[in-house]
């Protein structure tokens, strides 16, 4: 092999090596900003490229996925004078390549220092009740300004979300102390309620059950006095019936009186020492007498 041909395979191999570098394959969520001769040139997107040698270079690759800055914590001043450390965390995604790299010398140092300053404004308008408890008015405030300022780089803001509020060690005392208060007042409106709750179903249980004693004599009462009107109806029911018979079997006197006897025997019973017998009783026993006479005289 002469030195020509050394030659020529050593030139043939180096202009192998340049195409071959000058070939490039764009992956998915991915941008190449191409310069010719230090100017932009073209924006590369996904797929298969060529890049002229000695004329093209890739100036800067892009990341087209969504970003996350998580920034530490920044020092804020409330309307009210209480200092806090706040850290943010700022969702954003590169829409403009060509944007993102010319716009800007660093876009993070410039998103942070952004980020902070408006911080500062917004909570430097907020006392630190309203800081606490306003935290997506925040969020949506810090979005809406970061999104206009960085629009120029290429940049969109997502979101934005404050991941810590730390106010200082006494005030932190301080919410404590508060909040167990206030648990506790709440602890005692609780059981207050439950003991009202209690002694109102007490009461009302025991007038349900004075109630229904009431209730209870009351038909007692009813039932008793039913019973002896009845009792009573039927013993005079029985007189009626008595005399009716009595009429309609037209007795003589001399059966009534014979019949007044029995009542008067039955009504002594055998246990009376002294009995006090009516005229027209010891009437009817002499005519007893005299009846009995005559039938032993007839014998």
Not at 120 to 138: A, F, P, V
Request: hydrophobic letters at 45%; charged letters at 25%; a neutral charge.
């Amino acid at each position: 092999m002469g030195p020509l041909e050394f030659v020529l395979i050593v030139i043939l191999l180096v202009v192998i090596v340049i195409v071959a570098r000058s070939i490039r394959v764009v992956q998915q969520a991915r941008a190449y900003v191409i310069e010719r001769l230090g100017a932009y040139s073209t924006t590369w997107s996904v797929g298969l490229h060529f890049k002229i040698p000695f004329i093209e270079r890739v100036a800067k690759v892009v990341s087209l996925k969504e970003q996350v800055a998580d920034f530490p914590p920044q020092p804020v001043i409330t309307k009210d004078n209480v200092t806090m450390q706040i850290d943010t965390v700022v969702y954003f995604e590169i829409t403009d390549p060509k944007l993102y790299t010319y716009g800007i010398e660093n876009p993070m140092t410039a998103i942070e220092n952004l980020s902070a300053t408006t911080l500062r404004n917004i909570i430097g308008d907020l006392e630190l009740d309203q800081c606490l408890t306003s935290r997506d008015i925040i969020n949506s405030k810090m979005r809406s300004i970061l999104d206009v300022a960085t629009d120029p780089w290429g940049i969109k803001v997502n979101r934005v979300e404050l991941k810590n509020i730390l106010p200082p060690k006494e005030i932190q005392n301080a919410m404590e102390k508060q909040m167990k208060a206030e648990r506790e007042r709440r602890e005692a409106i609780l059981k207050a309620e439950g003991e009202k709750r209690a002694a109102i179903l007490s009461a009302e249980g025991e007038k349900e059950s004075a109630i229904l004693r009431a209730d209870a004599k009351k038909q007692a009462a009813i039932l008793e006095a039913e019973g002896r009107a009845e009792a009573i109806i039927k013993v005079q029911q029985a007189t009626a019936e008595g005399l009716k018979l009595l009429n309609e079997a037209s007795p003589t006197d001399a059966v009534i009186r014979i019949r007044a006897l029995e009542a008067f025997a039955a009504a002594a019973n055998g246990q009376a020492t002294k009995i006090i017998i009516p005229s027209e009783i010891q009437g009817l026993a002499g005519l007893a007498e005299g009846i009995v006479e005559s039938v032993k005289s007839k014998k």
